[in-house]
């Protein structure tokens, strides 16, 4: 399932084999995205990322895939 919000913004299920560009993000704006996200410090490589991904996504929580 995927959420149009715009032409610009499109919502996907999180994936593992989204790891790399996650971290690569997360990398590029660290200080101000800890502010705000309480996992970024948690993420430092790519299998802490893929980690968080999967406890994400597989948590069975409301909305946790997105």
Not at 30 to 36: A, E, I, T, W
């Amino acid at each position: 399932m995927t959420w149009q919000i715009s032409s610009d913004l499109i919502l996907t299920p999180l994936k593992r084999s989204d790891s790399a560009t996650i971290l690569t993000l997360v990398n590029a704006s660290r200080s101000l995205l800890k502010k705000y996200l309480y996992w970024v410090d948690s993420v430092q490589d790519l299998a802490s990322c893929e980690q968080y991904i999967r406890e994400r996504a597989e948590s069975g929580l409301p909305g946790a895939t997105w």
